[in-house]
């Protein structure tokens, strides 16, 4: 058995105005040797994948594998380098299956849907028989194409995204049995008209992952997946969606995703975002009893294709006068740059924020100093090391702010531990993020809220300027399906 893997994965916010290019991918992970070094999101699957075919004796081939951090909309020409690449490794080796990881929600100029144009195009290399199987974030799009060229589409269960591993172990086992004739997978996918955030680390969508989970292994089904949809998207196809695998029946794999459609449906009001603005939530701050409490700057997540650097808490923050608030990331390497010229402990004067679009706000100038540089600084998202480049604290009288060189939301607290910053002693923790930073700051903060904060990332589904799909979904209307 020979076996090819590959990743090519980004998440495309239509609506940022920062382009994802050659630099945006080489800046975050470019290899054609993922395996022989640490895994990071996108790479955890091949590693899994390398480790499972070699234990069964297979040829391993490794192509490309190419990450970029989400931002706007991917350059064509970039994309169909990478894409030919892989395409090209398909031609020369000729595997009997392939493996990829791809995020579900990449969209480059001419290509609204990038992953059905990959399966599209490798199908047609390796024939009508051969296994094709794609490993998806959630926040995908999830589209006809994909599904009627792959043979097996598994997305992860998890966000904050911890299951990658487990979620390509599964996938392999099932592509083996597929390739060994032990099951013939059929995919049927089941629109659920909704789009919200769904964290599933907590009521009602963890009971909902293990439903989806419990059914797995009986009675013909073989994979439950969600797909939480990406909203900050203007195609065709964003939304959320049920996609089931049956063992040879195709009834059963639609009726099993209708089922689940129900059930997120009879959930919904759990999942509606009732998140207070930020001077509802700094307000909570200033009257706790306790110290720690995480907000979540949401609006600003780098994650979902937000330049993170908007000032809106960091204002209000300052208008307040609030202090021991420790808050970030700031995407910004001129001005980390300039730290390291000037060096620990020096006093300046600098421009924070507001640097990349309207929807950042406005440039916020301070006196700070600065109390600590780190540079190869990572953050852990489960087992995976995420990249942050170049990390700085500064401290604005009491107000600590994280710089760094990668643009990144903040994963996890050791941002702050591992420059310094004695986070039992901070009023608030401010992390730039939707909802990956819940699992890490969840364990150190008696209080996590997640806040509506403004910014390119809107948790706000309701007033999305889509022209691509109708606005016939949950909850921009109650009720989609009158």
Known sequence: MKLLIATLATETNTFSPMPTGRNAFENTFVSREATKLPANLFTEPLHEWRRMGEARGWE???????????????????YEAYRDEILNDIKTHQPDMLLMVMHGAMVADGYDDCEGDMMARARAIMGPDRVIGLVLDPHNHMTKAMVDNATLIVALKEYPHVDAPERAREMFTMAADT????????MRLHDCRMLTIIQTMKEPAKTFVQDMKDAEGKDGILSVSLVHGFPWADV??????MLVIADGDADKAATTAKVFADKLWGIREGLRMDYPDISQALDIVEAANHKTVTLADMGDNAGGGAPADSTYFLQEILKRGMKDVAHGIFWDPVLVAMCQDAGVGARMKVRLGGKICAESGETVDLDVTVRA??????????DANMAMG????LDADGVHLIVSTVRTQNFSPSVYTELGIDITEMKALIPKSTNHFFQNFDRVSPQVIHVRSPGAVTPDMTIIPFTKRDGNYWPKVENPFS
């Open 60 to 78: 391993v081939i490794e192509s490309l594998a190419a990450a970029a951090q989400p931002a706007g909309i991917t350059v064509r020409e970039v």
């Open 179 to 186: 390739a060994d004739g032990k099951i013939k997978p059929v």
């Open 236 to 241: 065709a196809d964003v939304g959320a969606k």
């Open 373 to 382: 540089i780190r540079e190869n600084m990572t953050q852990k998202l489960g």
């Open 390 to 393: 170049t990390g700085v604290w």
